[in-house]
Structure formats: C-alpha cells, structure tokens
Nanobody, 125 residues
C-alpha cells in the first residue's frame, strides 16, 4: 500500500528548530515532485515549499524563505523540511504531498496525487 508518513513535529519555543521527515513506502518517491503544506487552526491550507524530483530546484512561500529548507534523499525514499527560527504563526499541521507531473504550489492536499496524515508543529511564544 502506497503511503507517506510524516514525523518530527512537536512543541518548540519561538526561535527554535525542528526537522520534519516524510517517508514513503509502497512506491518510489523519486517519481514524485514533493511539497509541504500546512494548515493552522481556523485558517485555510497553505502551501509551504516544494522540491523537484532530482532535488536541485526548491521553492518556498515568502513567509518561510530563509528560515525553512526542503530537501530529499531518494535513496532513503524520504523528504525533509528543516525549520529554523520558528515563530508562533508557524504553528500548524504539516503535510507532505506528492505530484507525479510537476511542482505544485497548492495548499489543498487533495490536488496532489498522494499525501500523508500530517505532523503537528506547535511554536510557543
């Protein structure tokens, strides 16, 4: 069964760091352009970052540029999101999602071909 499983979320203070992981099983992650999206309480979904298949092209929403870094290790079937200088407004449920055709900048996970169940990130002030 093809699935994505996120991990690495948790509670951190403002200014802290977390590294999220997204592990694929049952399929080859290297066939997918990967994104991270998030949904904060009471807000709509927001696309955060994306990476191409080879890992050489990355893109970010403005609010996380210079703080977050997306990366992938296709040998480990895993995508990462390194989050530094975290702010309370980064608090959200973070999902990884994959698209077989191109980089997608959609916040709605249902626009992707596959997505995980999410990992909670909470940043305290």
């Amino acid at each position: 069964q093809a699935q994505l499983v996120e991990s690495g979320g948790g509670l951190v203070q403002t200014g802290g760091s977390l590294r999220l992981s997204c592990a694929a099983s049952g399929f080859t992650l290297s066939r997918y352009y990967m994104s991270w999206v998030r949904q904060a309480p009471g807000k709509g979904p927001e696309w955060v970052s994306a990476i191409n298949i080879e890992g050489g092209i990355t893109t970010y929403t403005d609010s996380v540029k210079d703080r977050f870094t997306i990366a992938r290790d296709n040998t480990k079937n895993t995508v990462y999101l390194q989050m530094n200088s975290l702010k309370p407004e980064d608090t959200a449920l973070y999902y990884c999602a994959g698209d077989q055709r191109h980089i997608t900048r959609a916040g709605n996970i249902y626009e992707y071909d596959i997505w995980g169940q999410g990992t909670q990130v909470t940043v305290s002030s």
